[in-house]
């Protein structure tokens, strides 16, 4: 009935992101607004645009005051952009989960600063967690 769950990676490879979405639109003028440079652009062409997003991506060690930091100095600007655009914001955080048991799992936080960031932005917040398996476990559970 239900799927097994499976193991993503054989790494920890934590992170989260800030991004811009809608079906299209012009990522060069979120750039030269926010005077912030994308780790990443993402847009499905295929048949037509589909998604677009930019994306700010940042370690999750370095967390997510870094990303506040960042950000918070330009809620005006991204609130601009978001109305003439048409625009919606995530933060998105992406973390894989280490099943070695002596392993300590991965710590965040949503302080007031970072809820009001959310509430002024009116900014969506989404979790993705995924098992990994960097010490083998489960291939020597599976011998």
Do not use: R
């Given at each position: 009935?239900?799927?097994?769950?499976?193991?993503?990676?054989?790494?920890?490879n934590?992170?989260?992101?800030f991004?811009?979405?809608?079906?299209?639109?012009?990522?060069?003028?979120?750039?030269?607004?926010?005077?912030?440079?994308?780790?990443?652009?993402m847009?499905?062409?295929?048949?037509?645009?589909?998604?677009?997003?930019?994306?700010?991506?940042?370690?999750?060690?370095?967390?997510?005051?870094?990303?506040i930091?960042?950000f918070?100095?330009?809620?005006?600007?991204?609130?601009n952009?978001?109305?003439k655009?048409?625009?919606?914001?995530?933060?998105?955080f992406v973390?894989?989960i280490?099943?070695?048991?002596?392993?300590?799992?991965?710590?965040?936080?949503?302080?007031?600063r970072t809820?009001?960031?959310?509430?002024?932005?009116?900014?969506?917040?989404?979790?993705?967690l995924?098992?990994?398996?960097?010490?083998?476990?489960?291939?020597?559970?599976?011998e």
């Open positions: 009935m239900y799927k097994k769950l499976i193991y993503s990676v054989t790494e920890c934590n992170y989260l992101y991004s811009f979405d809608a079906e299209y639109f012009d990522t060069i003028e979120i750039t030269e607004k926010l005077n912030i440079e994308p780790t990443s652009v847009i499905k062409k295929e048949p037509v645009p589909k998604s677009t997003a930019w994306i700010y991506k940042i370690d999750l060690e370095t967390f997510l005051k870094k990303l930091d960042i918070e100095p330009k809620i005006e600007i991204i609130k952009l978001k109305d655009l048409n625009l919606s914001t995530t933060i998105q973390i894989d280490d099943i070695n048991p002596d392993s300590s799992t991965p710590y965040f936080g949503l302080n007031k809820i009001d960031f959310l509430a002024k932005t009116e900014t969506t917040v989404d979790f993705d995924y098992k990994a398996d960097p010490i083998g476990i489960l291939e020597k559970q599976n």
